[in-house]
């Protein structure tokens, strides 16, 4: 760890990785009592990477976590009643009681977009979000994290091979915490570094040791910063490892004891704490402090969630479609003039040009051939038999399909239409 | 002819007249791209090349690289991005070069695109569009009617026109609409057929079914390219003295319960034709919807004219033994009526 960042940063890293540490403690007790409806996932040991890379961003960048970025959703502001009620499906949740653990987010004040179950689906989703952005001048950024299991699927190729060409400012960080539930991660990927998978996609990437807090920030910083200056997507690998089993259910005895302990000793609270102490940044005192505001905050924290009311069972029926308006007001917040994107100035010359080449034609026109399944002209094919189909009125009657009243010998394709490939 | 609109790089804008079922929908996406700069269009070779069919020709040159864009082969970013694009206040129009390649994106659509208004309360502005259906020699990869995957996703609409007003129509209220909506364009109408499209600005209700042609002996429901089949079938039935009435459901998803019963009280029989295979398909649920609905109204069966419960096979003469045709629609028709 090095020493760089300003007092106020420093104690901020430990504030939040305190303060994830301790909302997943405090679930992980309602968890015993029954209070939490579904499975209970933990980022015991990974708290730097959540925290770290989140804390990179700014209030306008956009984020989407995973399972076990609750330090990032913290980072991000949200509450940690929210995150309670999210595990509790109180009806004052995000979603209301409709989905549970992280899967909630906010498009509208804190940038957050909720995941869903299927890994990778975010890394398409953020691509987009990240392009938009640019597209509607705010300079923003958009993050989201990765196991190393579910950097195998191919959402993770598609999605990023798009960033890429499209050069979208997002940020992609691949936690490699050598275990997806009971698969070595050397049975998911035949390499050394999962770092390595940005060559095929021509981005850069970064490796960092995902217990250490200020590295972590350090270098997601510096690629926050580079995706927003039109660099393209950059992917960071975050080595740690995951303490506890897949979930709650998990007991993971298939993690050999001794790795466990290696890890253990490479706690990242604990050599965050050794580090700012070392460095007089962090005193007795100050840690007592913080742990009480912890400590307050949380309990008035539970308490409102615990006593939030489940959902009333109807609720279940409502919200499948946007209504319109009323419902949600759509807009885009541009931050670039429009005139940029509309005719006249936004008009191209549309050809491909080939450096050292030149330029190809522009589409053929109108009469132009196009793909196999039509190959009859519309005024040969139309021209007489189609009427009006104004205003719901009976439609235009079509060429009659070649099948229904010719008589079609086996073997004898209709002449009228030949496939064309 | 006169160069349909979009083309060039100053486009002269002429919309309206009498147009191909393919050029009323380059007409909406042109429109729609015109009056709001947050619709934009992705797809696979939807910008330089205009789309393997030409649908989105001279989108490009008017508006340029950030709004039309060429994407990697890659149907579940596309829809993926599409998605994020949404959540930031844009409307983007993703067109999948053949509808068949939409399942590759089937877990995006079903999981992500449609589940997030309910779940988290993030409407998902957005259109996916594509050439569908068969009778055109694509085979069994360019060839399908997928729709009935997406009508059993609640959160989606899902859309399956057959005139070019309808098709204009319906997919600038898609492009309107809060929510993702699946456009099916069946292929074999894109040049075949022909017809006027008003110069104003118009939309058609999404939702909403519509009469073709009114009847009294028995009702005859169907859309996309088997419409056509259908009125053709209940001209020949007219000169038999059946008088068929024909619905043309345009959505299929939300169904217009009320167009279908309003006419099967009145005609007391239903034969419902689809493209769609047979097991599965929304003759399904329209009989459901009647049994529960209209018990006492029918005189007869529900009948069924369907493709074959098989993939669509490449040779004309499979294909064609596949597909549901004027003559079976006429002969079903024929034998519900006598009950
Ligand atoms: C596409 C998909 N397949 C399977 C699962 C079930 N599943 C949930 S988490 C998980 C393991 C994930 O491992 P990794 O990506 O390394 O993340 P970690 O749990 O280590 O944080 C699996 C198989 C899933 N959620 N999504
Ligand atoms: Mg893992």
């Known amino acids: 760890m090095k020493k760089e960042l300003t007092r106020r940063q420093y104690m901020d890293l430990y504030y939040y990785m305190r303060l994830n540490r301790a909302v997943e403690d405090m679930m992980v007790k309602l968890f015993r009592q029954n209070k939490i409806v579904g499975g209970l996932y933990s980022s015991l040991g990974q708290e730097a990477i959540s925290v770290g890379t989140a804390y990179a961003l700014e209030k306008k960048d956009w984020l989407a976590p995973m399972i076990r970025n609750i330090g990032a959703l913290l980072v991000k502001g949200v509450r940690p009643r929210d995150i309670f009620m999210q595990h509790m499906a109180k009806y004052d949740s995000p979603t209301k009681g409709k989905d549970g653990t992280s899967h909630f987010g906010d498009l509208d004040d804190l940038h957050i977009v909720s995941p869903i179950s299927m890994l990778g689906d975010l890394i398409p989703v953020m691509t987009g979000v990240a392009m938009a952005g640019r597209y509607l001048g705010q300079k923003t ?52 570094n999962l770092a390595d998978r940005a060559k095929a996609y021509g981005i850069d990437s970064y490796i960092v040791d995902g217990n250490d807090i200020v590295a972590v920030y350090s270098t997601a910083k510096e690629a926050v910063e580079r995706a927003r200056a039109g660099e393209g997507p950059i992917l960071i690998e975050a080595k740690s490892f995951r303490r506890m089993g897949h979930a709650q259910h998990d007991p993971a005895e ?116 196009i793909h196999f399944g039509d190959t009859q002209p519309a005024e040969h094919a139309a021209g007489d038999d189609a009427k009006s189909a104004n205003g719901g009125k009976p439609a235009a009657k079509m060429a009659t399909k070649a099948t229904s009243k010719k008589n079609v010998k086996p073997g004898t394709p209709s002449a009228s239409k030949k496939a064309r490939r | 002819m006169p160069k349909p609109n979009g083309a060039g790089p100053n486009g002269s804008v002429s919309n309206g007249g009498q147009v191909t079922f393919l050029e009323a929908i380059k007409q909406a996406m042109f429109e729609e791209m015109e009056r709001d700069p947050a619709v934009i269009l992705m797809g696979e070779d939807v910008g330089v090349y205009g789309g393997a069919f030409k649908t989105s020709e001279g989108l490009l040159e008017r508006f340029g690289w950030e709004r039309v864009i060429d994407t990697p082969i890659s149907e579940s970013a596309i829809i993926g991005a599409a998605c994020g694009m949404s959540y930031c206040g844009l409307r983007p129009i993703c067109e999948m070069q053949f509808i068949d390649f939409i399942v590759c994106a089937f877990n995006q659509i079903t999981n992500f695109v449609a589940k997030g208004h309910y779940l988290w309360n993030a409407p998902a502005p957005m259109v996916i569009r594509g050439p569908s259906g068969g009778g055109v020699h694509g085979g069994p990869f360019h060839s399908a009617n997928p729709e009935m995957y997406f009508v059993h996703t609640p959160g989606l609409k899902v859309i399956y026109p057959s005139t070019p007003y309808d098709a204009k129509g319906l997919l600038k209220a898609a492009v309107r609409d809060n929510n993702p909506v699946l456009f099916f364009e069946h292929k074999f109408l894109y040049r075949r057929i022909k017809g006027e499209v008003p110069t104003e600005d118009y939309t058609v209700p999404i939702g909403k079914a519509v009469v073709r042609r009114e009847g009294k002996h028995l009702t005859i429901i169907s859309y996309a390219a088997m419409m056509h089949t259908s009125l053709e079938a209940a001209e020949a039935l007219a000169e038999e003295g059946i008088e068929a009435e024909v619905i043309d459901l345009r959505t299929l998803l939300p169904l217009d319960e009320e167009t279908i019963l309003n006419s099967v009280k009145k005609t007391n029989k239903c034969l419902v034709v689809h493209e769609d295979t047979r097991t599965g398909g929304i003759a399904g649920e329209i009989a459901a919807i009647l049994f529960e609905k209209a018990f006492d109204d029918l005189d007869g069966p529900l009948v069924r004219v369907t493709s074959l419960d098989t993939p669509v096979p490449y040779a004309p003469t499979l294909e064609e033994h596949f597909l549901p045709n004027a003559k079976k629609v006429f002969s079903a028709a024929k034998e519900l009526a006598r009950y």
């Not at chain 1, 993690?255 to 005193?283: H, I, N, S």
């Not at chain 1, 009333?312 to 946007?322: K, L």
């Open chain 1, 141 to 192: 950024v958009a993050m989201t994290w990765i196991g190393d299991g579910g950097s195998s699927t191919g959402v993770f190729h598609e999605g990023l091979n798009f960033a890429a060409t499209q050069k979208a400012p997002f940020v992609l960080i691949l936690e490699n915490n050598l275990w997806a539930y009971s698969t070595p991660v050397r049975k998911q990927v035949p390499l050394e």
């Open chain 1, 254 to 369: 298939y993690v050999p004891k001794e790795m466990r302990a290696y890890w253990e000793a490479r706690d990242p609270v604990a050599l965050y704490e050794r580090f700012l102490l070392g460095e007089k940044l962090l005193d007795a005192k100050n840690k007592e402090e913080i742990e009480d505001k912890i400590d307050t905050l949380l309990a008035a924290e539970r308490e409102f969630a615990e006593h939030s009311p489940m959902p009333p069972p109807e609720f279940a029926e409502t919200g499948v479609y946007c209504t319109g308006d009323d419902c949600h007001k759509i807009r885009a917040k541009w931050e670039r003039p429009i005139a940029e994107v509309t005719p006249p100035r936004a008009s191209v010359k549309g050809v491909w040009t080939v450096p050292g080449f030149g330029s190809g034609k522009g589409s053929g026109g109108a009469n132009a051939p």
